[in-house]
């Protein structure tokens, strides 16, 4: 089983820029996927990136071009480096991990989640 705990949330002013981490422990992140997730107040939850074990990365169309999703299998710790932000990015973000290979888009895609972290966008 693997532990996630997401940091780097917070308040920043629309057109600014955030790094959200997520720190894994309890088993080689290496052998993981991950991805990151976003839930607005009334909403489900979204898919906003993912990257796979060989590092292939995936983006949902709202964030294309402004966020980038990484990771570092030596720190066991992936990011999520969201620039351009607009209000509607407010959310709480989540990580998630998955054993299997390739990229996953679906909450369901993934066995492990964090606590998640809150963003908000001011305009």
């Known amino acids: 089983q693997v532990q996630l705990v997401e940091s780097g949330g917070g308040l920043v002013q629309a057109g600014g820029s955030l790094r959200l981490s997520c720190a894994a422990s309890?088993?080689?992140?290496?052998?993981?996927?991950m991805g990151w997730f976003r839930q607005a107040p009334g909403k489900e939850r979204e898919f906003v990136a993912a990257i796979s074990r060989s590092a292939s990365s995936q983006y949902g169309d709202s964030v294309k071009g402004r966020f980038t999703i990484s990771r570092d299998n030596a720190k066991n710790t992936g990011y999520l480096q969201m620039n351009s932000l607009k209000p509607e990015d407010t959310a709480v973000y989540y990580c998630?991990?998955?054993?299997?290979?390739?990229?996953?888009?679906?909450?369901?895609?993934?066995?492990?989640w964090g606590q998640g972290t809150q963003v908000t966008v001011s305009s």
């Open positions: 309890g088993r080689t992140f290496s052998n993981y996927g």
């Open positions: 998630a991990a998955r054993r299997s290979l390739g990229v996953g888009y679906a909450v369901s895609d993934y066995s492990y």
